[in-house]
C-alpha cells in the first residue's frame, strides 16, 4: 500500500512540474519573455515590419525590419515574440588591462575620401548604437578606441578587435597591446590620418592638448597632419591607435661630456639670422626655428627627434691631429699622412706634424655653420692650411736648416697656423714638428762625412795616445835612476833645510831680542810712569800730612801761649823734645884737650868709640843687617 502510494505521488509531483514547464512556456511565448545574463547583451532582430531598412543601411532606428539598434541589457525582457523577434545573447566585450580594442562599424555614413578612419562621436564608446547612429557615426575602421573595462556593445554594428581575436581580424597581438616607450628612449611618431603636410616641411608641427597621440579626435580637431611629427613621445606607457599612428623607439641623443651638440633642425619656426653682420657663413637662429641653433646641447641625454634634426657633436676638449703614420682615437685624422716638402737645395724628404686645435663651446655653432661638420674642417680646412704652410716654407730652408733648427721652423708654423685657424672660429694650441725623414743620398753624404769626422777624431786620439806612451817611456827612464837622483835631491834638501833652520833660528833670536828690547823698554817706559805717579802721589800725600800736622801743631802752640805764656811754654817744649829724642846732655867719652900724652887725648876718645861700636851692636837693626849705632857724643874739653 505504501510503494504504490510513492509511486502515485511521484507521478502526480511529475505532472505538475510538466504542467509548470508548459504553463512557463505558454507564458514565455505569450509574454514574450527574454532574460540576459549579467555577462551578455542581447542583439535584438526584427523578422519582420510595416516598413523595410533603406538600402545601405544595416541597423533599424524607427522599428524597420531588420537588426535593431538598442539592445538587451542583463534582466527579464518581455513581449519579445519569437514569432516577431529574435534576440541573440552575445558575451559582454571585455578588454583586459594593459591592452586597448579596436572598433570596426559595420553601419553608418561613409568615411569621407580624405578620412581614413571614421570620426569619434558621443556613443557611450560604442555602447549606444542608436547615438552612434544619429551623431553620424562613419563606417568602418574607427578612429576612437577602446581602453581596459567591460562594454555592452552591439556586435551587430560593431566588431571589437581585441589580442584574442587580432589575429584572425589580420592583426598581430602585439598591435592591441598599451604601447611602451623604454626608459632612454624616446618614440618618433608617424600619424596616418590628418591634413597633408604643407609644402617644403617634412613634418607636422606639434599640435597642443591632444594627450600624447592618445586622443587622435582632437589631434585632427586641431588640424593635425598626417604623416612624420615633430613631437615625441617620451617614456612611458600609451593607449595609441595603431590604425591612427605608428610609432618607431629610437635612444635618446647622448651629448658625451667634453662635447656640445650643434642642432641642425630641418623643421621649426621660420628662421630668422642672429648671428649678427659681421658673420657671413650662414645663418645661426634660435633654438626652435628651422636652421642651426645658436645654443650648443651640452653634455647630457636628449629626447631629440633624430628624423627632422641632426646633431653634430663638436669635442670642447683639445683635438690632437696627426700628419703621421699613427691616428688618434678620434678618427679625425685618418685620412691624413706625413707630408712631402721640397727644400731649396732641391731635396724632397717628409715631415710628420702634429696640430693641436681647440674649438671653444659658443664657437662651436658658427664653425658647423661654416664647415657643416668637424671631419670637414679637418680635410677642408687643416689639411690644405697646414700642409701649403709646411710646402711653402721648407723652399726656403736647406734640409740640414730643418734638421738643426727644427725648433724654430716650429715656432714659425706655429705662428702662421695660429693666425690662419682664427678666422675659422678655431684656437691653434699648438704646432709640433715630429719625425724628419730627409733623403736617403743625402743621409748618405752625411754618414760618410760624419764617418770622416769621426776617423780624425780616432786619428787625433791615437795622436794624443802615442804622446801619452812617449811621455810614459821618459817617465819609466827617470823612475829606474829615481834611487840615486833621490838620494842627491834628499842630500840638497837637507842641506837647504839645515840652512833654512839656521835662517830661521838667527832671525827668531834676533825677533826674540827685539821683542825683549821692546818689553824691557816698555816696562821700564811703564814702571817710570808708575813710579812717577807714585812719587807725586806720595808727595801729594806727605805734602797734605805735614800741612795737617803743622795746622794742627800750630793751633795746639797757639792755645799754649795763650795758657802758659811765650816763655813757658817754649822752655817746656824743649824739655819734652829733649826727653823724646833721649837727647843725652853728659857726653860717654871726654876727651881733654891737655898736651899731656899720659892723660890720654882725643886719640883715646876716638879708639873707644871704636871697641864700643864693635862690642854694643844696635839693638833695633833687623837681623842679618849691619846695625848703625848711634852717634857718640863726643865731649872735648
Given at each position: 500500500m505504501l510503494l504504490v502510494l510513492t509511486v502515485s505521488t511521484f507521478y502526480a509531483f511529475l505532472a505538475v512540474l510538466v504542467g509548470l514547464l508548459v504553463l512557463l512556456l505558454l507564458a514565455k511565448s505569450l509574454l514574450g519573455i527574454v532574460v540576459i545574463g549579467e555577462l551578455e547583451v542581447g542583439i535584438v532582430a526584427k523578422k519582420f515590419a510595416r516598413t523595410s531598412l533603406a538600402a545601405g543601411r544595416l541597423i533599424a532606428l524607427e522599428g524597420e525590419a531588420g537588426l535593431q539598434a538598442d539592445t538587451l541589457a542583463p534582466g527579464w525582457h518581455f513581449f519579445l515574440w519569437p514569432w516577431q523577434f529574435a534576440v541573440t545573447k552575445e558575451p559582454m566585450v571585455v578588454v583586459p588591462q594593459g591592452e586597448i580594442g579596436l572598433v570596426v562599424a559595420n553601419g553608418g555614413a561613409p568615411i569621407p575620401p580624405s578620412h581614413m578612419l571614421g570620426r569619434v562621436v558621443i556613443c557611450d564608446d560604442y555602447q549606444d548604437a542608436r547615438a552612434f547612429l544619429l551623431a553620424g557615426g562613419e563606417k568602418g575602421r574607427q578612429l576612437g578606441i577602446l581602453t581596459a573595462g567591460t562594454y555592452r556593445i552591439n556586435t551587430a554594428l560593431f566588431t571589437i578587435i581585441t589580442r584574442r581575436n587580432a589575429e584572425s581580424m589580420g592583426m598581430s597581438a602585439d598591435e592591441l597591446a598599451v604601447y611602451r616607450v623604454v626608459p632612454d628612449a624616446v618614440g618618433i611618431v608617424t600619424?596616418?590620418?590628418?591634413?597633408p603636410i604643407e609644402a617644403g616641411e617634412i613634418a607636422g608641427p606639434v599640435i597642443p592638448e591632444h594627450d600624447n597621440f592618445q586622443d587622435g579626435q582632437r589631434f585632427l580637431a586641431a588640424g593635425g597632419r598626417r604623416g612624420l611629427q615633430e613631437q615625441v613621445l617620451l617614456s612611458g606607457a600609451w593607449n595609441l591607435n595603431p590604425w591612427f599612428c605608428r610609432v618607431e623607439q629610437v635612444p635618446m641623443t647622448e651629448i658625451p661630456i667634453g662635447h656640445v651638440g650643434v642642432v641642425i633642425s630641418f623643421v621649426g619656426r621660420p628662421a630668422q639670422d642672429v648671428s649678427g653682420a659681421d658673420f657671413t657663413h650662414g645663418n645661426l637662429v634660435e633654438a626652435g626655428h628651422k636652421g642651426i641653433w645658436v645654443t650648443p646641447l651640452y653634455p647630457g641625454r636628449q629626447p631629440l627627434n633624430t628624423r627632422?634634426?641632426?646633431?653634430?657633436?663638436?669635442?670642447?676638449?683639445?683635438?690632437?691631429?696627426?700628419?703621421?703614420v699613427r691616428t688618434e682615437a678620434h678618427g679625425y685624422d685618418n685620412s691624413l699622412s706625413s707630408i712631402t716638402?721640397?727644400?731649396?737645395?732641391?731635396?724632397?724628404f717628409n715631415l710628420d706634424v702634429a696640430q693641436i686645435i681647440h674649438v671653444a663651446a659658443l664657437d662651436a655653432p658658427r664653425v658647423i655653420s661654416r664647415v657643416g661638420s668637424m671631419q670637414n674642417l679637418v680635410d677642408h680646412v687643416l689639411e690644405p692650411i697646414v700642409g701649403n704652410y709646411?710646402?711653402?716654407?721648407?723652399q726656403e730652408y736647406t734640409v740640414l736648416d730643418y734638421l738643426t733648427n727644427r725648433a724654430e721652423r716650429q715656432r714659425d708654423a706655429a705662428t702662421f697656423i695660429r693666425v690662419a685657424l682664427a678666422t675659422y672660429n678655431v684656437q691653434a694650441v699648438d704646432t709640433l714638428i715630429g719625425d724628419i725623414v730627409p733623403p736617403a743620398q743625402l743621409m748618405t753624404t752625411q754618414t760618410d762625412r760624419k764617418l770622416a769626422e769621426e776617423q780624425r777624431k780616432t786619428y787625433e786620439v791615437q795622436q794624443a795616445a802615442q804622446t801619452q806612451r812617449q811621455a810614459l817611456v821618459r817617465e819609466t827612464s827617470i823612475a829606474d835612476i829615481q834611487s840615486e837622483l833621490v838620494k842627491s835631491e834628499q842630500g840638497v834638501n837637507i842641506a837647504e833645510l839645515n840652512a833654512n833652520s839656521q835662517v830661521k833660528k838667527v832671525r827668531g833670536e834676533a825677533e826674540a831680542a827685539k821683542l825683549r828690547a821692546g818689553g824691557e823698554a816698555e816696562s821700564t817706559r811703564l814702571r817710570a810712569i808708575a813710579d812717577s805717579e807714585a812719587t807725586r802721589l806720595r808727595g801729594v800725600g806727605e805734602a797734605e800730612a805735614i800741612r795737617a800736622i803743622g795746622q794742627a801743631k800750630s793751633?795746639?802752640?797757639?792755645?799754649?801761649?795763650?795758657?802758659?805764656?811765650?816763655?813757658?811754654?817754649?822752655a817746656l817744649q824743649l824739655m819734652q823734645i829733649i826727653g823724646d829724642r833721649q837727647v843725652k846732655i853728659t857726653p860717654d867719652i871726654q876727651a881733654n884737650g891737655g898736651t899731656n900724652a899720659g892723660s890720654g887725648g882725643l886719640v883715646e876718645a876716638l879708639v873707644g868709640l871704636l871697641v864700643r861700636a864693635q862690642a854694643e851692636p844696635s839693638a833695633g837693626a833687623a837681623p842679618g843687617a849691619a846695625a848703625t849705632p848711634p852717634a857718640p857724643e863726643v865731649s872735648a874739653a
Open positions: 600619424t596616418l590620418d590628418g591634413v627632422i634634426m641632426r646633431v653634430e657633436l663638436v669635442p670642447t676638449t683639445n683635438i690632437v691631429l696627426n700628419w703621421a716638402v721640397r727644400s731649396r737645395d732641391g731635396f724632397s709646411f710646402r711653402n716654407s721648407s793751633e795746639a802752640y797757639r792755645v799754649g801761649v795763650d795758657s802758659l805764656g811765650t816763655r813757658e811754654f817754649t
